[in-house]
């Protein structure tokens, strides 16, 4: 499972209709609940992409991504995030605390499937708010290290497909860091030799290998 877009410029203009995709749900998901469904499906999408390649829907299909990197960052200082946020006291609080904000938002009717509909919308509010608040003092996708989806993507990854690097060609620029959306430390993780990135957090989405002036870095199977 390679990135979903034949270049970084095509990848660009997708996420614009994924910008314009969350915005509609965004702006309209409270009058017309059936839109927050749109948001069940990137869950589903999350989930079947953390059995088979970890984060790849995060970087390929998420359409709240799309909105973060394309839109949310026009007014991101691009700061790497801080540790705290990719903690796993940190991760767990969401993980448990948005889910139980959908219970509590269904239970009291349960086989209404507005209920549902809305509760998803709520969901996709409150993170996206989140999102936006961590984007002014990290980078855009700061959010994207808390979120369940996210996790649990991160928690499925086996490390069968991701980000290697030959270090012997590096030539220690640091472009790739500066590309990667989610401010992965990839020249410390991978300049020692021929190696994986180690970290589960890669949305492979190819941002880092396209930019790279020594084409060392490959998506690919491991």
Not at 139 to 166: E, F, H, I, S
């Amino acid at each position: 499972m390679k990135p979903l877009f034949s270049s970084v410029k095509t990848r660009h203009a997708v996420q614009w209709f994924y910008a314009a995709t969350t915005v509609l749900v965004l702006s309209l998901g409270w009058k017309y609940p059936v839109l927050g469904f749109v948001v069940a499906f990137a869950m589903i999408g999350g989930i079947v992409s953390g059995l088979l390649r970890g984060r790849w829907f995060c970087g390929n299909g998420c359409p709240r991504g799309g909105f973060l990197e394309r839109v949310v960052a026009l007014v991101s200082p691009g700061r790497r995030p801080a540790a705290w946020l990719r903690s796993v006291a940190a991760r767990v609080f969401f993980l448990v605390f948005l889910p139980t904000m959908m219970v509590v938002n269904i239970a009291p009717a349960p086989l209404d499937w507005r209920r549902w509909g809305r509760a998803f919308w709520l969901v996709c509010v409150v993170t996206t708010a989140i999102g936006i608040v961590l984007s002014l003092f990290y980078n855009a996708r700061a959010w994207c290290a808390l979120c369940p989806m996210g996790t649990v993507q991160n928690w499925l990854n086996r490390r069968k497909y991701g980000l290697t690097m030959d270090g012997s060609s590096c030539k220690l620029c640091r472009v790739c860091e500066k590309a990667c959306p989610m401010g992965l430390a990839i020249v410390q993780e991978t300049a020692a030799g021929p190696a994986a990135l180690s970290s589960n957090d890669c949305i492979c989405c190819g941002e880092c290998a396209a930019r790279c002036p020594a084409r060392t870095l490959r998506l690919e199977q491991r």
